[in-house]
């Protein structure tokens, strides 16, 4: 099913260079699905605007990875505010995470160096055992895609 055209409007959202919100032909915004992401208008199943934006630019996608907005602004679909990254990589970028790199790093060579329990950890680092468990057993930031979340979402991510 073809979809409309849609332009869109510079924004200075906070980033080094202005986010494009998308609108529709007659200038309005153009609507955001539940998870705040702008949808294309048009008929049948929605389509966000920023993975058209990114194709549209010349890019293209990648089996596996996601965009990930370097603006932060899940409405922007401006092509060079996206990312394309390992859905891995993507949820360790966003606000809920409580690690970062160095800090996992860190929390699995005191593990292993045998000094901590997962529960000591958990209490230092501000989680709980089971997710130490899951850091120092790799199931959460391997180094491809989290084996938990791609059993939970039911295989691969999606743009």
Same mark, same amino acid.
């Given at each position: 099913?073809? +979809?409309?055209?849609?332009?869109?409007?510079?924004?200075?959202?906070?980033?080094?260079?202005?986010?494009? &919100?998308?609108?529709?032909?007659?200038?309005?915004?153009?609507?955001?699905?539940?998870? @705040?992401?702008?949808?294309?208008?048009? &008929?049948?199943?929605?389509?966000?605007?920023? =993975?058209?934006?990114?194709?549209?630019?010349?890019?293209?996608?990648?089996?596996?990875?996601?965009?990930?907005?370097?603006?932060?602004?899940?409405?922007?679909?401006?092509?060079?505010?996206?990312?394309?990254?390992?859905?891995?990589?993507?949820?360790?970028?966003?606000?809920?995470?409580?690690?970062?790199? @160095?800090?996992?790093?860190?929390? =699995?060579?005191?593990?292993?160096? @045998?000094?901590?329990?997962?529960?000591?950890?958990?209490?230092?680092?501000?989680?709980?055992?089971?997710?130490?468990? &899951?850091?120092? +057993?790799?199931?959460?930031?391997?180094?491809?895609?989290?084996?938990?979340?791609?059993? &939970?979402?039911?295989?691969?991510?999606?743009?």
């Amino acid at each position: 099913m073809k +979809r409309k055209p849609f332009g869109h409007e510079e924004v200075e959202a906070g980033y080094k260079t202005p986010c494009h &919100r998308p609108h529709n032909a007659a200038g309005d915004s153009l609507r955001l699905d539940r998870n @705040g992401y702008s949808i294309t208008p048009g &008929r049948g199943p929605s389509v966000r605007a920023h =993975r058209v934006r990114w194709l549209a630019a010349g890019n293209h996608a990648t089996q596996g990875h996601v965009l990930d907005h370097l603006c932060r602004n899940r409405w922007c679909c401006n092509p060079s505010h996206l990312e394309e990254v390992t859905a891995a990589e993507n949820v360790r970028r966003g606000d809920c995470t409580k690690l970062d790199d @160095g800090e996992v790093a860190l929390l =699995r060579v005191l593990y292993k160096e @045998g000094g901590f329990t997962q529960k000591a950890l958990g209490e230092e680092f501000g989680l709980s055992q089971s997710h130490v468990s &899951r850091l120092t +057993r790799g199931l959460y930031w391997s180094d491809g895609p989290c084996a938990h979340w791609q059993q &939970r979402k039911g295989g691969t991510g999606h743009l």
